[in-house]
């Protein structure tokens, strides 16, 4: 089985983000494919987010590095947060909230 590559989370207010979720990822499960993820791998934010900081690999290049086991559920804060996502995917477990019709929308 492949790696799935997740195209990069861009938001509304401009906010981009990678979010990934593998068995080569900091994640949990660490695994490729997991129905759920409870915790994600964020990398490289176009600006810093001060919500994932305490995650932050290398907090003096918060752009340029990765953020390991970030919850999914903060993930899903942040998106929410920019506006929600325009572009890109999630894995399975960061749930992405539409406010147009203030509903909560899976992956699968």
Request: charged share 25%; aromatic share 8%; glycine share 6%.
């Amino acid at each position: 089985m492949t790696t799935k590559k997740y195209k990069r989370v861009h938001c509304k207010d401009g906010f981009s983000m990678s979010v990934q979720a593998s068995s080569t990822n900091y994640c949990n499960p660490r695994e490729d494919d997991a129905e759920t993820y409870t915790e994600v791998e964020v990398g490289y934010p176009n600006q810093m987010e001060a919500l994932i900081q305490e995650y932050c690999e290398d907090p003096s290049r918060p752009c340029s590095t990765v953020y390991g086991y970030v919850p999914a559920t903060l993930v899903s804060l942040v998106i929410t947060k920019h506006g929600g996502l325009v572009e890109g995917e999630v894995p399975n477990g960061v749930l992405l909230y539409d406010s147009a019709s203030k509903a909560i929308i899976r992956n699968r």
